[in-house]
């Protein structure tokens, strides 16, 4: 398929700069025709994007609503869904030139555990793409922190809930359906790089997503204006890593 005719899912501009971060780092790392595993898959839209620059994708998550929705919008040959974990994959012993795990390790409270299945899923030197939250940065901090600690109070609860689909936002997201979003891990810079050494990786670029486009109140104005949003990413690239948004990383397997 010819770059003019690859088409996006997603709308949003801090998810199309992490979109082109992946597809990027696979261009230069592995062979056109590669294979590549997608954990913690969602929906789908990363494998199917992925697909249509000829990588032979596997796209898995454990929540069959997210899977049903995956391959129901799926029209390509080269990828395939499957409800089924990564530990039960790795039994198979299919090794895969890359591995992507987007916004994915912020939901587990062991997230060594994925990441020693992923080696072992990785063929030697092979390419793994993880990209995660900012754990101290303006969203986590100002949005996702707080809405946890609210929940501890049902009547502030209820009414930051009845204020949210007033405002028109959803529980779910263009990523993903599963019914638990919940973030239990926030990852510095720092956090990410030995959690990386821990578990015989090495991480050989970080990247940056956004700014506070997603941060409310100014979410309120971004989310209809693209100008904005691609003006956010801007400045998050002029600002220190500890205000970007989220961070997007490639790794490499080093030999134990």
């Not at 990410?192 to 990786?201: R, V």
């Not at 486009?213 to 104005?221: I, R, T």
């Amino acid at each position: 398929m010819t770059q003019s005719a690859i088409t996006y899912e997603y709308e949003r501009i801090a998810d199309i700069k992490r979109l082109n971060f992946i597809t990027d780092s696979l261009q230069k790392e592995i062979p056109a025709n590669g294979t590549v595993l997608d954990v913690g898959c969602g929906n789908g839209v990363i494998s199917r994007h992925l697909g249509q620059f000829g990588y032979v994708v596997l796209g898995i998550d454990i929540s069959q609503k997210t899977i049903d929705v995956a391959r129901s919008k799926n029209t390509l040959p080269n990828v395939k869904f499957e409800a089924i974990s990564a530990e039960q994959l790795t039994a198979s012993g299919q090794t895969y030139d890359a591995v992507i795990c987007s916004e994915v390790l912020e939901h587990l409270h062991h997230p060594e555990v994925l990441l020693r299945t992923i080696y072992a899923s990785l063929k030697d030197g092979g390419t793994l793409v993880v990209t995660v939250p900012n754990g101290n940065g303006p969203r986590e901090v100002c949005v996702t922190k707080p809405m946890l600690k609210a929940r501890n109070n049902p009547g502030l609860w209820s009414f930051i809930n009845n204020v949210k689909k007033a405002l028109g936002f959803k529980g779910t997201t263009v990523q993903s359906q599963a019914d638990n979003l919940d973030h239990v891990q926030f990852f510095s810079r720092k956090d990410l790089e030995q959690l990386a050494n821990a578990n015989d990786f090495e991480i050989i670029r970080f990247a940056k997503t956004n700014f506070v486009e997603d941060v409310f109140p100014f979410s309120l104005f971004t989310k209809r204006v693209k100008a904005l949003q691609t003006l956010d990413c801007k400045v998050a690239e002029l600002l220190p890593y500890s205000f970007t948004g989220g961070f997007n990383t490639l790794w490499k397997k080093t030999t134990r």
